[in-house]
């Protein structure tokens, strides 16, 4: 299992830039993934963006181009670098950090909230 921490969420004008964080800990430390969601209220969570072990990445048409996800191996961290915010972004914010074979399910954060607002 693995024990997965996001921060960074906060507030920020159309347009802006934020950078939030996942925090990885626990007894798998090899071959794991980690993907992005979001949650805004009275909506299904959305995936948004995934990177894997080897570095590939893939994204959610609605976030292409503007935010990208990167990690930091001596860290054990992931970001999600998130441009050109529009209000629609504005979500609780949240990361799964999961093993496809030993641990697919994955473990979650508590989430970070994103607010996009003038």
């Known amino acids: 299992q693995v024990q997965v921490v996001e921060s960074g969420g906060g507030l920020v004008q159309p347009g802006g830039s934020l950078r939030l964080s996942c925090a990885a800990s626990?007894?798998?430390?090899?071959?794991?993934?980690t993907g992005w969601y979001r949650q805004a209220p009275g909506k299904q969570r959305e995936w948004i963006a995934k990177i894997t072990s080897g570095g590939s990445t893939n994204y959610a048409d609605s976030v292409k181009g503007r935010f990208t996800i990167s990690r930091d191996s001596a860290k054990n961290t992931v970001y999600l670098q998130m441009g050109s915010l529009k209000p629609e972004d504005s979500a609780v914010y949240y990361c799964?950090?999961?093993?496809?074979?030993?641990?697919?399910?994955?473990?979650w954060g508590q989430g970070t909230q994103v607010t996009v607002s003038s």
């Open positions: 799964n950090v999961y093993h496809p074979i030993l641990d697919p399910a994955g473990s």
């Open positions: 626990g007894s798998i430390t090899g071959g794991l993934a």
